[in-house]
């Protein structure tokens, strides 16, 4: 039996799957680490955290063994780890409240509306943005420096730690302008004119 039939037929046994679960079983660990200030330690794991999101990507094309519990874990997998660092890293003091409020903020409303969506038409598929991407990217790397800056505060860190958390504030907010205007187009909402029709 092949690897791609395995997959169909049992998905949990799908290598990009078992990545995939690595890595919302690495969350507790990181925060643990982060909250006893073991940042040598949260350094390391989240490293290991991004290597298997790339690794489950190419793995899946490479071995065909992409499933719809991969479409689905994946994405939830990445909003765990990033939603819980993000919180745990302003426990610490580490990120601002407000950059934090503002991610949660986004993320609770894309998960309502995407609930109303599903009530309303029966929508299941939510594919992400460049900007959604792009935003993902940068909540990354303010992660990375921001644990970074605690092991070796250069001022080449420091710059960048700033940026990334800047840079996250403005593409939360684009990101989420964004999808707001194409779910309001996919749905079709009507233009308003002058009569109010």
Known sequence: MSDAVSAKQNPFRAAPNLLTLARICLAP???????????????GLFAAAGLTDALDGFIARLLRQRTVLGQYLDPVADKLLLSTLFLVLTHKSLIPASV????FGRDVGILVVAAILYAAIGRREFRPSLFGKANTLVQVTAVAVVLLHQ???APWVVLM???????TMVLTVVSGLHYAWAVARRVGVPPVNGNGA
């Open 161 to 167: 730690r700033t940026i990334a958390l800047d840079a």
């Open 29 to 43: 660990i990181l925060v643990s680490a982060i909250l006893d200030n073991h940042y040598a330690l949260s350094f």
């Open 100 to 103: 934090t409020a503002l991610v």
């Open 151 to 153: 092991l070796y505060p």
